[in-house]
């Protein structure tokens, strides 16, 4: 997975490097004979690492691209790879009609991959004119679909929450105007009218439509209720001892992940906004490292699209799943709101 604001003159050699391998591979150990799901497979460069150190690999992952790839390197593997057509959020179901659970490790590259962004026809970058489509799955509703049909205040909504964009009513109301006169269909059509609507100074690296790709983006694909789901269904799934590892690209990413940490490997919650305070019985997990762990300055050298990757890791304790308020893992309001009263 990467992020897609350092896309730009991104050489074939870092095409699927996949991001942290060394400090991922050392996090989650893998050893001869375990089983670990890799529920963001991608083009399997982690999967491929893992299974070189002698560890079993179950794959999994939404995109169809995926599953070819997987099917690849089951005829070096054979059945050392299983792979599963589906969404990490779902690992405890799948790695329980595997025959699988509880797992030895979980590993999650969250967001887009580099396989994606670079199929233009994906839709997911606007560094090449495509459809505006940005779906993961292939299905559903697409990133047009939004843009050429929700409501503008709701559009401000999502590229401000999801976006972390400062300027989202201007942009909606630019995308609102301008779709009267003709619909979205690709996405440098879309990137144009943003760049028109808020400018670009000469020095400025990052596009002006990023944020507003990554909102559409995330929306689309309910990226950030599936990483939700995701954490809570490893800390379901994971043998004691078995080791969580996830690597984020953003700062809406990190924080629900540095939460959910932070919530499980201590034994007494002060409460918050959302969350009551509470007396835990045991912490599920136990961090790795204290904080997050980005890209080596040698790394940076090798692979720019590294620049905002962020990994967390901890390993699971004895203790019981913990059932809290998933509003209290840092997700956007409107998010939040719509899973009111949803204990995970």
């Known amino acids: 997975m990467t ?100 797992l030895d490790a979980v590993v999650l590259d969250i967001g887009v991959s580099s396989m994606q962004l670079d199929e233009a026809e994906r839709g997911f970058s606007f560094m090449n004119d495509g459809p505006l489509d940005m779906r993961m799955s292939q299905s559903g509703p697409t990133a047009a679909d939004v843009v050429n049909s929700y409501e503008e205040t709701e559009l401000v909504r999502i590229f401000r929450e999801l976006g972390e964009e400062k300027l989202a009513r201007r942009i909606a109301g630019a995308i609102a105007a301008r779709r009267k006169q003709a619909t979205f269909e690709t996405t440098l059509d879309l990137a144009r009218v943003i760049e028109k609507c808020v400018g670009r100074k000469p020095q400025q690296k990052i596009h002006p439509a990023t944020r507003v790709f990554q909102a559409l983006r995330i929306f689309v694909n309910g990226e950030l209720d599936e990483l939700v789901d995701g954490l809570v269904a490893a800390e379901n799934s994971l043998k004691p001892g078995g080791r969580l590892v996830v690597v984020t690209f953003h700062s809406l990413e990190d924080r629900i992940v540095k939460r959910f940490f932070q919530e499980r490997s201590k034994t007494h919650s002060g409460g918050s906004r959302y969350m009551p305070e509470l007396d835990l019985e045991a912490p599920s997990f136990e961090m790795i490292v204290k904080g997050g762990t980005g890209p080596s300055d040698g790394e940076l050298a090798r692979n720019p699209r590294a620049r905002s990757a962020k990994m967390r890791a901890g390993v699971r304790t004895e203790a019981a799943s913990h059932s809290l308020d998933a509003r209290g893992l840092g997700l956007p309001k409107m998010l939040a709101e719509s899973r009111s009263g949803d204990p995970v």
């Not at 350092?6 to 050489?11: H, I, R, W």
């Not at 089983?35 to 963001?40: A, E, H, K, R, S």
């Open 3 to 102: 992020d897609p604001a350092t896309m730009t003159g991104a050489d074939e050699s870092v095409r699927h490097i996949p991001v942290l391998l060394d400090e991922v591979i050392e996090a989650l150990e893998p050893q001869e004979g375990q089983w670990v799901l890799d529920g963001t497979f991608g083009f399997g460069g982690y999967s491929s690492a893992i299974l070189d150190k002698g560890a079993n690999v179950l794959g999994v992952d939404r995109d169809p691209l995926a599953a070819e790839r997987a099917a690849e390197l089951k005829e070096i593997y054979g059945g050392r790879l299983r792979f599963v057509a589906g969404c990490f959020g779902e690992l405890a179901e799948i790695a329980e009609g595997e025959g699988l659970s509880p």
